[in-house]
Nanobody
Framework: QLQLVESGGGLVQPGGSLRLSCVAS????????IGWFRQAPGKEREVFSC????????TYEDSVKGRFTISRDNAKNTVYLQMNSLKPEDTAVYYC??????????????????WGQGTQVTVSS
C-alpha cells in the first residue's frame, strides 16, 4: 500500500521552530519529487515548497523563503521540512505529496500522485 505519513506538528510560540517529517511506505522516494502544501483555516490548499528527486533543486514560495528548509534522505525514504521563525499565519494543516514527473506548485496540489493525511501546526502565544 502506497502511503505518506507526516509527523512533527504541534503547538509552538511565534518565533519558534518545528521540524516536520514525511515518511513514505510502499514506494521508493528516489523516483519522486516531494512537495509540501498547507491549508490554513478558511483558505485553499497551497503548495509552498518542493524538492527534486535527487535533492539538488528546491523551490519555496515567497512567504516561507528564508524561514523554511526542505531536505530529503532517500536512504530513509523520508523528507523533512525545517520551519524556523514561525508566524501565526503559518498555522495550518501541513501535507507532503509525491509526484513522479515534476513539482506541481501553487494551487495544483491535486496534481500530485500521492499525499498524506496531514499534520496540524499551530503557531500561537
Amino acid at each position: 500500500q502506497l502511503q505518506l505519513v507526516e509527523s512533527g506538528g504541534g503547538l509552538v510560540q511565534p518565533g519558534g521552530s518545528l521540524r516536520l517529517s514525511c515518511v513514505a511506505s510502499g514506494f521508493t522516494t528516489d523516483y519522486y519529487n516531494i512537495g509540501w502544501f498547507r491549508q490554513a483555516p478558511g483558505k485553499e490548499r497551497e503548495v509552498f515548497s518542493c524538492i527534486s528527486k535527487s535533492g539538488d533543486s528546491t523551490t519555496y514560495e515567497d512567504s516561507v523563503k528564508g524561514r523554511f528548509t526542505i531536505s530529503r534522505d532517500n536512504a530513509k525514504n523520508t523528507v523533512y521540512l525545517q520551519m524556523n521563525s514561525l508566524k501565526p499565519e503559518d498555522t495550518a494543516v501541513y501535507y507532503c505529496a509525491a509526484d513522479a514527473i515534476y513539482c506541481p506548485y501553487g494551487n495544483s496540489w491535486h496534481e500530485y500522485d500521492y499525499w498524506g493525511q496531514g499534520t496540524q501546526v499551530t503557531v500561537s502565544s
